[in-house]
């Protein structure tokens, strides 16, 4: 968050935030603009330059990715992909059944476009591959277990004979989540 969106906190809420985060002994945000944020935030708010900001980027190889997905499983799993899609346009997403993906968002949003734009219908398939996520917890189970009945909802609501507008798979298949990649 930015120094503008803590000024939007009740002043002793941005500062109990701030103060809380120097707490700690590192800091880690993804990027350095998310680590910058933060430091003038503490600036802003707490009038200090906090210590021990870090940045440990979490991202993928795209080349990488991409050299994987030539492979023969990928190329398999993009064969029975192109089975379903045909000529289509692919939504396509790769994610973790985890509740702050929001996935069960993504599929609401999914829904009220073909419900407020029917001439999507038929020309459009959402392509979700998650990877099942800390299925031991039983908050996460029923997440994933509402993706699954929210999946059967639309396809109920729209699937034609000739159309499936949702694929959704919660596996963990690597190969399969490649074959969404759009080609180089």
């Known amino acids: 968050m930015s120094p503008d969106d803590f000024a939007t906190l009740p002043d002793d809420v941005a500062a109990a935030l701030v103060d809380g985060m120097l707490g700690a002994d590192v800091l880690g945000f993804h990027t ?3 680590a910058e944020l933060f430091r003038a935030t503490a600036r802003a708010v707490a009038g200090v330059e906090p210590p021990g900001v870090q ?11 991409h050299e994987l997905a030539h492979r023969r499983r990928v190329d398999s799993a993009l064969r029975v ?3 379903v899609v045909g000529d289509r346009r ?3 997403r790769v994610d973790r059944t985890e509740l702050s993906k929001n996935v069960w968002r993504g599929l609401l949003a999914y829904r009220a476009l073909l419900r407020g734009h029917p001439e999507w219908r038929g020309r459009v398939v959402h392509a979700v591959f998650d990877n099942p996520s800390r299925e031991d917890l039983p908050a996460y189970r029923e997440y994933t277990a509402r993706i699954e009945r929210l999946a059967e909802e639309i396809d109920d609501e729209f ?3 000739d159309w499936t507008p949702l694929v959704l798979e919660i596996a963990d ?3 399969s989540a490649l074959a969404v990649l759009p080609p180089q």
Do not use: Q
């Not at 940045?55 to 990715?65: C, H, I, R, S």
């Open 81 to 83: 992909l192109d089975d």
């Open 173 to 175: 298949d690597y190969p």
């Open 159 to 161: 699937a034609t004979e």
């Open 55 to 65: 940045v440990f980027p979490l991202g993928t190889d795209a080349a990488e990715m």
């Open 32 to 34: 350095e603009r998310w």
């Open 90 to 92: 692919v939504i396509g």
